[in-house]
């Protein structure tokens, strides 16, 4: 059985899109356009490749380099915090923190993950529930067109009993796994022989997917993100970021290191920024306490003239013209809805927008995050990652992590069924 993200017509659209949104010569990507049919009609993903072998991407690379030693090199402006000393009494309760505001974002965004903002609007109209204060609710009857995913059971509002099942979650919990297994040191190449081990295929998606073939076919990062990848700068990588932040409070430059490290199995260039941008800005969130300055942590630590850098700052300067977010979220889609609805860079922009206008109140970001819509488990599991690093367990409202009863469902094999509060123990052992 075909895993869904690797069927060679799925395959081969998407790398036409990513050609078009990497500034690739028009003119090159038009000539690939016209013979894809072809290779789809053919089966002939090899094919294909091939025509992709003759692109000339030196001049994209320079500004969105995938090696570490040149990503480090750019110009960017490391922000200077203080870490935090291993025995700091807040460490236990931010971590927590983090944790379960992670858990909360992502059971929120679950219901309606992939709806575009005009649809999440009209369902939570119709449901009486806009604008949107708590868990989303679930209604007796859907009008047409608006009925919440059915495979997403005990993520509404009333029906929550723990944090079910979910990638987002699979990852943060793997990265814990990772560290205990083989320290801070771990290398690209052990982050994959975890995944082949601890998580069963058909439970990754897109880049993932590709990569843990790639694997499986006795190939060796980082070509298991280069090769066959037309997801290599969608929002997966991003979602594996958190661990690493967890475990470097304070130090946003070493946190993105890991995630390069991480990312690099299955991403390239933007695809890698953004993770190195939200460990980054979860390891700045433990000392500082302004969401703008937080998110300029995590910009100094990715090159700045990258299409992800950019779209950040431009966000930035949205939320600061506009005194609403619905008209920042209307320029994010008018510039960047371009991007597939799973891709690093429009998500991005919504994490952005939820952490400014939510200013550092749990709800309101995890809320204005939601409303963005696009990949909604994704950013607003990681804004609320974010504030939860910031404000600590003990400052967040009880109707949003109070419904998750301290427990965490994953896929990795062993951790079926969690306290959320021990793997917050056991990630605070692992900070030096």
Known sequence: MLHQDLSVEKLINNEITELKNAGVDLKRVKQIESTAGQYIKNDDYEGFLNELEKIDWTQLQKDEPSDYEAIIAGDSDQVKI??????????????????????????????????????????????????????????????????????????????????????????????????????????????????????????????????????????????????????????????????????????????????????????????????????????????LDDPEEIIEAGLGCIPPNSRLARAIRQTIEWCKHYPDWESTLAEIVLHYDCYHTVHVINNTCIIVMGLLYGAGDLERTLCIALMGGYDTDCTCATAGSIVGMMKGAKALPEKWIGPLNDRLASMVLGFGDCRISDLAKRTVALIN
């Open 82 to 287: 203080e870490k935090p000393r291993k025995e700091d009494p807040e460490l236990y309760d931010r971590i927590y923190g983090a944790w379960l505001a992670r858990c909360a974002g992502c059971i929120l965004g679950k219901p309606v993950e992939g709806w575009f903002h005009t649809k999440i609007k009209d369902y939570l109209v119709a449901a009486g529930a806009f604008p949107l204060t708590t868990y989303i609710p679930e209604m007796g009857e859907f009008p047409e067109g608006l009925s919440l995913h059915k495979n997403y059971s005990g993520t509404t509002l009333g029906n929550i009993k723990k944090m079910v099942r979910d990638d987002d979650i699979d990852y943060t919990v793997l990265g814990l796994l990772i560290l205990e297994t083989f320290g801070c040191d771990f290398t690209t190449q052990q982050v994959g022989e975890t995944w082949l081990r601890m998580m069963p295929f058909f439970s990754v998606y897109t880049a993932e997917a590709v990569a843990y073939k790639n694997l499986v076919n006795g190939i060796d990062p980082p070509t298991t993100a280069a090769l066959g990848n037309p997801y290599r700068e969608f929002i997966g990588a991003q979602i594996r970021a958190d661990m690493w932040g967890y475990v470097n409070p304070g130090d946003p430059l070493t946190a993105s290191e890991f995630a390069f490290r991480d990312a690099s199995l299955s991403h390239l260039a933007n695809g890698i920024y953004g993770e190195m941008w939200a460990s980054a800005c979860i390891a700045a969130a433990y000392s």
